[in-house]
């Protein structure tokens, strides 16, 4: 290809680690093997919630080919009274929730581990491990767990002074919320309710761990940041951060969800004692009851408008699952709720309830899809009591530059009101639909993330290029980065190799989350390829005789900057490369900075739907996501963030949901009643992507990736709302619910 | 008990192998074969991450035991690609992004080829019921669905 008319940034290139993953050679974690391996398994909890009054291992240590039986004494304690933070976790939170200490808090907790040579011995000595229980009462819903005599999980988390399971709160608030409903015209006022959902990843949580008889252990695992792997298995086992080297696996998806350990301080322990490698897969089974979802929920929104359609007054009040530990993202439900509108009066407040489910973890946007759900809805029944287009509706009230959101920034350029007109003119929006078909529309937001990044961009001998960056590539962010390197050396997309580096070999990194990834690591490739470039043209100056200045980089090649320069033949990067040794040694950078400037990031979406109206399903029938992604660097996997988001809104909105029995177990522990869409589900996923590029970023990047599960719970209720006529203020909307809202009971 | 010998032919490659009564096809594959490719997602045949072809006809290698592949043909993800050349399939997802965390691709690409195999010109539809055994959490389904409906047309016109 000519190298001179190269642009790669917005270029749809195969990406560089796909044809390992089209071959099945790509390594995930539990592809991973190691000469010697033994395996561990988990024994968890078959109550809800329960006192541990002791735990007898010494059968299932007799048990021959067993190596070593361990509990929660064998992992290090965090105190209760002193919080002990790493990102949003707490370790005093992690430590219990990969061990259960005194008591069990969800059926499926962990309370004790095996380690033997084959993975069948390790499950049967789980079994020969006696745990003499006191059963204690439990609360599962949120309804349960606030009651007044509620069984209290924590004795020490207080709420108004007395224990409780209100484990926090969170509110925004903006105005004065009595004096704008008094202004209002129309008020709506709304209850609704969310079940937990799983984030579904396939590839369920493994880790292969092996430490050396010096002490140093090397971690293979599956996670969302090798760096969080280190940090929490060191926190919980005491093992030094110097001595621990966690690999990132390849990732079989993660969404949030494998932003905390389970497993990886468990196998190190279990190597430890047996001086064996040890590797742990969770089946699906544990890896829905003790691991992931995010909360379930209830709220009521409130919202008051006046006759012209200005939104005068808002306030939600939201209860969300945290699972047995404090931690639910209430953050995102009561920040991002309002986020894509200006409103004079605002109030949101949320509250963090423990109750004897799983701790939850994070998932997509965390929270946002909650808070936005009601306050989407209730602006539906606001336009339609106005009688004004929905759409137009959330334009009279979009927020803008310079507006000042209830969760306290001033937006910089963004572009919401891009995809409100986006969506009034797309042909979707204007087609017509047919019997029992319905439309509706939503729109969401999420806060994107900057954070810890670092990269170090290496010229090989032959002139070519290896970037490094620290963060777990999920969704093809490897693609994306080999394109701006591409870009900004000048060079051809095949002439960049990009590597997920391990805690090792690169520089701290945060979290594959939050949608940051892009936009950090960008950063610091960026820099990175500016030390690297300035490096190059050092070089041929010192070969031409002239001043650095006088050189310019340009498609791949060093050239005198003008006439007065000099008359020289231009340099590639490959002459440069092969002179290095003369000129001064190898060429390469390094970057590493806390990246700021993030911006977020706002979507619309239209669905129709079709109601069977005898059966009660819901059947989606056309979907647009259109969504402000600031500049997309590989416009194929963008749009793949927006179809999977939207898939994902889909189950949540129509079938996915966490079923516990009488018992306090989890009864759908499975994909055949965990019910994820399926292809025959849906429809192809439109999208559109508007580019109004981030004033902070070199290449104008928004975070994507959560964004798109924000809307559709709202966009689906609506469209359902008007296939049928009625209002469904819970989800899933599952057929039964359906067929008895259609019945009218 | 006594461990059952089998022989097969996997990828065109003789096989022998000795399991356990109880060991499923995906067991030894992954376990004693390192034909890693085939994933377990849920062990119980409802995600199709583990999709293998048996004498022509697409299987979750998770729902059947290794003891019954005696005498059978297998194709798994590993022999997809010939001679270092990519199969038609895999080529177009790589091409159209039809993959995000790859986990499941390998399942997606025996259980198209499969589909292509009985039906070489699907309809959408077609080939939206045919996957409706594999699950994918990442893509929505929409790239996968396109990919193969695009070598679907490539094989008509080429043939």
Redesign the interface.
Known sequence: MNEISNKWIGKNTVRPDGAEKVTGRAQYSSDTTMPGMIWGHVLRSPHPHAKIKSINTKKAEALDGVKAVITSKDIVDFPLDKPVILGIQDMRWMCRNVMARDKVLFHGHPLAAVAATTEAIAEEACNLIEVDYEILPWAIDIEDAIKPDAPILHDHIKFNDKPSNIAGTLEHKKGDIEEGFAKADVIIERDFKTEAVHQGYLETHSCLVSVAADGRATIWSSSQGQFMVRAMTSFLTGIPQSNIRAIPAEIGGGFGGKTIVYLEPLATVLSQKTGRPVKIVMNREDTMRASGPTSGSKSKIKIGATKDGKIVAAQGTYYLQAGAFPGSPIRGAVGCSLAPYDIPNAHTFGYDVVSNRCKVAAYRAPGAPIGAYGVECVLDEIAEALKICPLELRKLNAAKEGTKAVHGPTYPTMGYMETLEAAMNHPHYKSQLGKHQGRGVASGFWFNAGGESSAQLNITEDGNVVVTTGHPDIGGSRASIANITAELLGIHHDRVSVLIGDTATIGYSNLTGGSRVLFASAMVVTESAKIVIKQLKQRAAKIWGIDEEAIEWENGEARPAGDNAGNFDPLSLAELAGKATATGGPIGAGYQVNTEGAEGGFATHICDVEVDMDLGIVRVKKYTSIQDVGKAIHPDYVEGQLQGGCAQGIGWALSEEYIYNKQGHLDNTGFLDYRMPVCSDLPMLDTVLIEVPNPKHPQGVRGVGEVPLVPPLAAISNAVYQAIGKRSYSLPMSPPKVLKIIEGN | MAKIQVSTKINNENVDYLCEPHDTMLDVL?NQLE??????????G??G?CSIILDGELVCSCLMLAAEAQGSKLE???G??EGGK?HAL?QK?????A????????GF?MASKALLDHNPSPT??E???W????????????????AVLEVADDMKESA
């Open positions: 992954r034909l890693t490719g085939s994933k377990e997602s849920c062990g119980s409802d995600c991450s798994t993800i590993e997809m690609s990519l895999q997802f790589l091409e159209k992004a993959l995000q965390c790859g986990i499941c691709t390998p690409l959408e539809t080939v939206r019921f996957l409706a055994g594999n699950l994918c959490r990442c893509t929505g389904y929409d790239k996968i669905v396109k």
